[in-house]
């Protein structure tokens, strides 16, 4: 069975700083991992994804994750945090192309002026 | 090309009442996952249909949940003789094999309150 665990449900950073989310992943097969963002009382919105090639993943909203299969992780990263970065980060993984997803807990992310 | 839609977006019922989440997925796509985020908590797959077909139901609990996706028509979630503990937001996301996506798509979600 796969599974997810964000280190951190709550992470406080100061608008200009870096955002570090952190998330490690089980998976009996290479994984396809995604990062979504959630903002208060809607949906799921797709950051960035690795599926195949590249480990360094660039996605929307300045976000990037590289998958490090050696440390079974897909940390996200922003080098400078936005007032609008203030949301949930759900990190997931699936088995192939559009399987079920097994999600993370979430980190929730306060962004400080 | 509308995205996955999801009604209603807030739905409240009482105790014992039956809850029906409607999902329309995205134009084309014949596969649709249900997966349900209790408050403070991740989202938790529930089922997975494609067309006329249950394919996964691992994640759906064991009574009063059913699922459905017709040929003509959305995928219903629901929910029989509701308690206070079924509240929470329920998403669903559409995908298809033929369009080269890797991920599915989600909705806005249906928050139900059980009061």
């Known amino acids: 069975a796969q599974s997810v665990t964000q280190l951190g449900s709550h992470v406080s950073v100061s608008e200009g700083a870096l955002v570090l989310l952190r998330c490690n992943y089980s998976s009996s097969v290479p994984p396809y991992l995604f990062w979504y963002v959630q903002y208060p009382n809607q949906g799921l919105q797709l950051l960035l994804k690795y599926t195949t090639g590249a480990t360094l993943v660039k996605g929307i909203n300045g976000f990037e994750a590289e998958f490090k299969k050696s440390e079974t992780s897909f940390h996200l990263t922003k080098p400078s945090a936005h007032m609008s970065d203030a949301a949930e980060y759900f990190c997931?993984?699936?088995?192939?192309?559009?399987?079920?997803?097994?999600f993370g807990g979430g980190t929730r992310v306060l962004v400080k002026p | 090309n509308a995205g996955v839609m999801q009604n209603p977006r807030h739905l409240v019922r009482r105790r014992g009442q039956e809850a029906r989440l409607r999902c329309s997925p995205m134009k084309g796509h014949s596969h649709v996952y249900w997966y349900r985020q209790l408050p403070e908590e991740g989202l938790k797959f529930m089922v997975y249909l494609q067309k006329e077909n249950i394919i996964d139901e691992s994640g759906m609990p064991k009574e009063r949940f059913s699922a459905e996706f017709p040929k003509e028509g959305p995928s219903i979630l629901r929910i029989q003789q509701v308690v206070r503990g079924d509240s929470a937001a329920y998403f669903c996301a559409s995908w298809d094999r033929g369009h080269g996506d890797t991920e599915a798509f989600f909705g806005q979600g249906t928050r139900l309150t059980v009061v």
């Open positions: 997931a993984v699936s088995k192939a192309a559009g399987n079920k997803l097994t």
